[in-house]
């Protein structure tokens, strides 16, 4: 059975791109176009794994983040961020908040998969 894998990015183009380059290597995506809407797809779906942006509207990823680690049944889902930032204090603060990894776009799709295969493993 293939890992369900929910991407939160407030841009449908990185969403779209998400999915097509994770559906060829044997994930099932769903996308949220927000950390509320994200928050709620969690919910809706348990997925294995939470890719988010952090800049978004409505509820940025440090937001989601926290949010969904507040719940019990998502603190052992692996939560990696995708996003332009790439500051240590940026990732210090999204480890802080309970991130298990940190990529940055542009992502390299061979990278990705290595890394989602980690973080599932």
Known sequence: ???LILTVDDSA???MLLKVSL???GYAIEGAEDGCKGLER???LDPDLLITDINMPHMDGFELIEAV???PEFRGT???VLSTEFSDEKKSRARNA???GWITKPFDAEKLGAAIRRVCS
């Open 69 to 71: 680690r507040a719940l």
């Open 98 to 100: 309970g991130a298990t």
């Open 1 to 3: 059975m293939s890992k």
């Open 23 to 25: 559906t060829a290597q």
């Open 42 to 44: 969690m919910k809706e």
């Open 13 to 15: 183009s990185m969403r």
């Open 78 to 80: 692996p939560i990696l």
